[in-house]
Every structure is written in structure tokens, then in C-alpha cells.
């Protein structure tokens, strides 16, 4: 059963950089023709994709983050990271990461406030 867990700062300060790491177990993030995923649901809205990084590396980001976003990788940890930079309080949301194929798995969603 794969599983997957985020971490990182609850809190930020606008033009800061959010980080937030997904950890992944019961699966490889490495396995041929998975991607994985961060989506984030604000306060009143529904969820937004935000990119993929893809088994082999490649990534993917939607157009409406790829100018803040970037998505990386740690295979010996098994882990996906996500940083957006230049964050204000519209950022702040629940940020999940996920493995949108084969299967439906998220993790648990964490939520992040950013504030002055």
C-alpha cells in the first residue's frame, strides 16, 4: 500500500519560499510510468494542480505556478519537494501531494498560512 506523508513550516511570511517535502513508502518513486503530484486547495476554492514530477525526473507544472514553482527529487529518500517562491497570503491552502495513477493515493494534506 503506498503511502505518502508531507512535511515542513506550517507558517510564512509573504515573499518567503514554501517549502514542503513529500515522503513516500510502500513504493518507489522511481517505478516506471508514475508521477507524482502537488495540489493545493485554498480557503473557499476547490483543489488546484500545481505539477508532476515524473518517474524519470521530468517535471511538469501548471501554468498557473510554473512562474513560482519548482518540483525536485531526493531517490535515495524517496522523497518530492516542492518549493514556490515569492509566496503572499492567497498561498495560503492545504497542500497534498499525491500519486494521481494507478490507484488514487494522497497524503493526509497539511495545512500552510502565510502571514505577516
Known amino acids: 500500500q503506498v503511502q505518502l506523508q508531507e512535511s515542513g513550516p506550517g507558517l510564512g511570511k509573504p515573499s518567503q519560499t514554501l517549502s514542503r517535502t513529500c515522503t513516500v513508502s510502500g513504493g518507489y518513486i522511481t517505478t516506471d510510468g508514475y508521477s507524482w503530484s502537488w495540489i493545493r486547495q485554498s480557503p473557499g476554492k476547490g483543489l488546484e494542480w500545481m505539477g508532476d514530477?515524473?518517474?524519470?525526473?521530468?517535471?511538469v507544472y501548471s501554468p498557473s505556478f510554473k512562474s513560482r514553482t519548482s518540483i525536485s527529487r531526493d531517490t535515495s529518500k524517496n522523497q518530492f519537494t516542492l518549493q514556490l517562491t515569492s509566496v503572499t497570503p492567497e498561498d495560503t491552502a492545504v497542500y497534498y501531494c499525491?500519486?494521481?495513477?494507478?490507484?488514487?493515493?494522497w497524503g493526509q494534506g497539511t495545512q500552510v498560512t502565510v502571514s505577516s
Open positions: 514530477i515524473h518517474y524519470s525526473g521530468k517535471t
Open positions: 499525491a500519486r494521481l495513477n494507478d490507484g488514487d493515493y
